[in-house]
């Protein structure tokens, strides 16, 4: 499978998560994961990338990042710019509750925002 259609089955499988506001990160996870695991889409929980670097969610190369709460720009950026480094990352997602303003490559690779807050059909 091509790093675009794997990048592309994993985001099909995400946005079709549904969950109220409050849940906490962790709860997220579990639902990322029901969600990844309907999508027929293999993913490692906290894949360890190299030292001081543990991805939410590894499915094939495609590196998914879970944000809850306000987004701090400049650190998930560096943080996801660290993943792009690596060569067994082809691409990242970053499923966020608002949408934060992130290149549409990093490293040569493919980013995708997820705003679960459009995913719930509120547009902020």
């Known amino acids: 499978m091509s790093a675009d259609a ?44 190299a030292p001081r670097c543990r991805a939410d969610f590894l499915c094939g190369g495609v590196c998914v990042e879970i944000k809850r709460g306000p987004v701090d720009r400049a650190r998930v950026r560096a943080q996801l710019a660290r993943y792009a480094a690596l060569p067994e990352v082809t691409a990242l997602v970053l499923l966020t509750e608002r949408t934060v303003d992130l290149p549409r490559t990093l490293a040569g690779k493919p980013v995708r925002n997820l705003c679960l807050n459009r995913l719930w059909g509120i547009a902020l």
């Open 6 to 49: 794997e990048l592309e089955r994993v985001c099909a499988a995400l946005r079709a998560l549904r969950l109220p506001p409050q849940r906490d990160e962790a709860a997220l996870h579990g639902l990322a994961a029901e969600a990844l695991t309907a999508g027929g889409i293999p993913f490692v929980h906290e894949a360890r990338l």
